[in-house]
């Protein structure tokens, strides 16, 4: 409760730092391996600007990946038009991403990250289409989309046991 608006603001950065990646660059490797923007958001915790994205308007069949560390986190079949500006999906491929507790901005809200590399994806929110309910709102910039791929999976064709 001490904890004030700054040191919540800044605290952002650093959240997951007690955590255990798979990839686990230093920040020098980080900027080297991402563009700015790519590192503001996947490491800073950044937001894209609404409507940036060119994968915004992309519902092509494929797999999109972390741009991080190229970790297939969702399926394009589950890709819907929210109208947010931002890429939105109701489901994660399996095991792909984490979720934390995010209580900046006076909001609290479900952030989401790779499970692979801990990069910022984006936020989870629980107003989505079914069958799920959610509404994963991520960032296109920390998104790399492959077309034409598929993942076996529960959100992919392969779902048969
Ligand atoms: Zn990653």
Sequence with gaps: MAEGFLGRLT??????????????????????????????????????????????????????????????????????????????????LDNAIETDTDRSFFMTRTEVHCRHCGGHLGHVFEDGPPPTGLRYCMNGVSLTFYPGEAMPGPAGPDKRP
């Design 11 to 92: 605290g952002q950065a650093a959240k997951h730092a007690d955590k255990q990646f798979d990839v686990a660059l230093s920040d020098e490797e980080w900027r080297a391996r991402l563009t700015p923007e790519q590192y503001r958001v996947l490491r800073q915790h950044g937001t894209e600007r609404a409507g940036s994205s060119p994968l915004d308007k992309t519902y092509d069949p494929g797999v999109y990946h972390c741009a991080g560390c190229g970790q297939p986190l969702f399926d394009a079949a589950t890709k819907f038009n929210s109208r947010t500006g931002w890429p939105s999906f109701f489901a994660p």
